[in-house]
């Protein structure tokens, strides 16, 4: 019998104890120390509490662009001034401008510093891939002037171009120099894949353009980093400067154009027709309205105008601009409230995209719109377009899409979910990194980590049902598993990434879930998360700006939880090792001696003496009482009147709330929980009980702290547990769910019987699960 003090040396009585080992060493090491020097020293710039500071400053870069689409040849040629305003108190004597096209280029790093390998069965494209760098793609004429005209000395290094000024650009002055350039457009969905391009239409020899990265723009220059650096190698996004756009794009004047902005000119570029349906749709809030339609793109699909029009846009307080272009284009636009203003929602389709575009892209636009905003801050551009073109990718106020029909009009759920999800995730790129605006070329995660977040939020509020790939915590789990050298820290350079989704996109995302649904509650999370994309919107954030102010509007630590789920990568899987069941000891002295006697009596039970008591006949002899000695003649179950006396005056003794706890029958669990995984995270315990109730306990992360590998808790429960389920809603993702019962649940292994020692051992050609294929 197990028995603890308690409590004036009330008894606790030990029922049962199961899964018992020893407890291992205790261990302390570090997941509980702050972060300190692991961020960056807080500065009159950034301040400790995760907010710009008192001085905190921004390059800003305005752009006049002229450009012209070249349909024959897929090419572009255009200009461009750039007025660079430099609000740093730094004196700069040279500006780097980013080249991205030049990834595609003869002279690009990409496919060199990418492995390649010959398989037995090569196709032209993989075989093309290997000698993209040939082609004649990436900037083919550059000419950079300043504003008199002067020729002004450049030094191009692969995707990055430096320009050494004539005089030093003090501290609150500008400059402004112009860049011709030219370059043939790749075919994004051939073997030179990418974000920007064309996709070309054989059965009616069309084209649809998605450009990007198409003019040379300016890289940023910061307080935590000065010019950023990192060439482009393709898979590490952007960082770019605020600023205003003027852009002029000629095209051919059968084309609809889409771009960020707001069009300067629809009376000289759109139809009377499609004049009354756009202003038609500034005013239509409950569905879309066709501006232009099906069966008018398709008209203009049969023939090639020779004629051009110029599309003039507007944008302020933009980082970048895109656009697409094609005389495929079905366009429709809903006006949607948001802010106190109008927001016009449109999207681009060609009708290989429809019927699944016209019935819910646009639609899906405006719930981005409002289910970010409700989290954020209220969106504040004029436009949100969404593109069908056959990719996924984002830039202010409008993106590219994907999810097409089959020929025939008919999709699946899958393609549909899968079109709605990639939209929401798009449109809302907008959120991150287009207004909150974090370096994508240093930490990938900051946008599409903190975006597939909101994306999962979005997609449960237009569907509770929505099968979301990414955000709910066991979702996960197959990556956390992964071999350790498969894995990296969230905090880890895109370009450096073994596992790309997972680790910059999934992990994030579920981390901040886990913070906003276990560690911190929605309450605490949304107020801190709001303050964060308020504090740092048309701004450049960092990881520590996002850290510190979490934890500075919410007042909760968690610098364990950075340390944890950003900075390392180990794995959740907390187990439950022991349990041992007591109850208060409330037997009076007879009852106890009566209780010892049926234990000592059970415990002489053997084998050997059930036999002899069966075998051998009982002899009774009766000593004389007169001859009884004491020692042979003790009954050690008698209760003696000292004992009675002794429960009485303890009983006496117990104070109102003693003899309450004593009377309330109450149970008593010891749990004793192993952190296998190394993660640590908080212990969620779901009690299930002998009368069919349940009940949910939350012990915060905290109870680690002391020992980071094992700890013990006890439990006080009015009920009689039937079952102990650790994370019953499976939020912390752990890894391995088979040791989070009590009593433990055995999952079976399933094998299959074969007949024949060939078949069993594996050697038969027949239908063998466990026999590999090779070479396929």
């Given amino acids: 019998m197990k028995k603890i003090g308690l409590i004036a040396s009330l008894a606790l009585l030990s029922l049962t104890s199961v899964f018992a080992q020893n407890r291992s060493e205790q261990n302390h090491a570090e997941r509980f120390e702050q972060l300190g020097t692991m961020l960056r020293t807080p500065n009159v710039y950034r301040t400790a509490s995760g907010a710009p500071g008192h001085m905190y400053w921004q390059q800003q870069a305005n752009y006049v662009i002229n450009v012209e689409l070249d349909d024959e040849n897929q090419s572009i040629k255009g200009s461009e001034k750039v007025t660079y305003i430099n609000n740093s108190p730094d004196q700069l004597t040279y500006l780097w401008v980013q080249l991205e096209e030049n990834q595609r280029g003869a002279g690009s790093s990409t496919p060199k510093v990418a492995e390649s390998s010959i398989n037995k069965g090569m196709t032209l494209r993989s075989l093309q891939g290997i000698i993209w760098a040939n082609e004649d793609f990436g900037y083919k004429v550059l000419e950079v002037k300043d504003a008199k005209g002067n020729p002004l000395p450049v030094t191009v290094n692969n995707t990055m171009m430096r320009i050494d000024l004539p005089t030093p650009l003090k501290a609150g002055d500008s400059f402004t120099f112009g860049v011709d350039w030219s370059f043939n457009i790749t075919n994004r969905v051939g073997y030179i894949s990418g974000r920007p391009g064309y996709e070309y239409f054989e059965g009616d020899g069309n084209y649809l353009y998605t450009m990007a990265e198409w003019f040379p723009r300016m890289a940023v220059y910061s307080d935590f980093e000065g010019w950023q650096n990192k060439q482009f190698l393709g898979r590490g996004e952007f960082a770019l400067v605020f600023g205003n756009y003027e852009v002029n794009i000629t095209v051919p004047a059968d084309h609809m154009v889409g771009a960020t902005g707001v069009l300067q000119n629809p009376n000289q570029v759109l139809s009377s027709t499609e004049l009354d349906r756009w202003n038609k749709a500034k005013q239509t809030y409950d569905a879309p309205v066709v501006i232009r339609t099906q069966e008018e793109a398709t008209e203009l699909e049969k023939g090639k105008s020779t004629e051009k029009k110029t599309w003039k846009f507007k944008a302020e307080n933009v980082r970048d601009f895109a656009w697409t272009s094609s005389r495929k284009f079905i366009w429709d636009a809903m ?180 913070l906003r649904e276990t560690v911190m509650g929605r309450e605490l999370f949304d107020y801190a998360f709001k303050e964060y994309a308020r504090r740092w919107m048309f701004k450049h954030p960092t990881p520590d700006d996002l850290f510190r102010t979490l934890e500075d ?144 306990d939350r012990i915060p992360a905290e109870i680690w702290r002391m020992n980071e590998t094992e700890v013990t808790k006890v439990f006080a429960k009015k009920k009689e547990v039937k079952q102990i389920v650790l994370d019953p809603l499976r939020e912390t993702a752990d890894i391995d769910e088979s040791s989070n019962y009590w009593p433990r649940q055995y999952q079976p292994t399933r094998f299959e019987l074969f007949k024949g020692s060939g078949a069993a051992r594996g050697t038969s050609t027949g239908s063998n699960p466990m026999k590999r294929a090779k070479n396929n």
Wanted: some cysteine; aromatic content about 14%; glycine content about 6%.
């Fill in 553 to 696: 509007a919410s007042a909760v630590d968690l610098d364990w939880f950075w340390r944890g789920w950003f900075y390392g990568t180990e794995a959740v899987d907390i187990s439950i090792e022991n349990v041992s069941w007591f109850k208060l000891d409330q037997r009076t002295p007879a009852e106890k001696a009566a209780d010892a006697k049926a234990a000592a009596e059970y415990d002489e039970t053997n084998v050997s003496r059930t036999n002899n008591m069966k075998d051998v006949p009982e002899t009774v002899i009766e000593a004389d009482p007169a001859t009884r000695d004491f020692y042979t003649t003790y009954n050690p179950f008698t209760v003696t009147p000292a004992d009675e006396e002794a429960y009485k005056n303890f009983m006496a003794s117990l104070s109102p709330e003693e003899k309450e706890l004593m009377n309330s029958d109450l149970n008593f669990y010891e749990i004793n929980f192993k952190n296998v995984g190394g993660l640590v995270m908080p212990i969620i315990l779901e009690w299930q009980y002998t009368d069919g109730t349940s009940e949910i």
């Fill in 335 to 514: 006006a949607v409230k948001q802010g106190g203003k109008d927001v016009m929602a449109m999207s681009y389709y060609a009708k290989e995209a429809n019927p699944l575009w016209g019935q819910y892209s646009t639609r899906v636009v405006a719930h981005t719109i409002k289910s970010y905003s409700s989290h954020t801050f209220d969106y504040p551009y004029p436009t949100a377009i969404s593109v069908e073109a056959a990719n996924g990718m984002e830039y202010p106020m409008i993106c590219f899409n994907y999810g097409r029909p089959d020929s025939d009009g008919t999709y699946s759920e899958a393609v549909k979910n899968g079109m709605i999800g990639v939209i929401i995730h798009e449109v809302g790129h907008n959120f991150f990194p287009m207004i909150v605006n974090s370096d994508e070329r240093q930490w990938t995660w900051m946008d599409e980590g903190l975006n597939t977040f909101m994306q999962y939020m979005a997609e449960q509020e237009w569907d509770r049902n929505f099968p979301s790939r990414r955000g709910p915590a066991h979702k996960i789990v197959p990556y956390m598993r992964s071999e350790k050298n498969t894995l990296e820290p969230i905090m880890t350079n895109s370009e450096n990434i073994v596992q790309f989704g997972p680790n910059a996109y999934a992990k994030p995302a579920t981390a901040l879930n886990i």
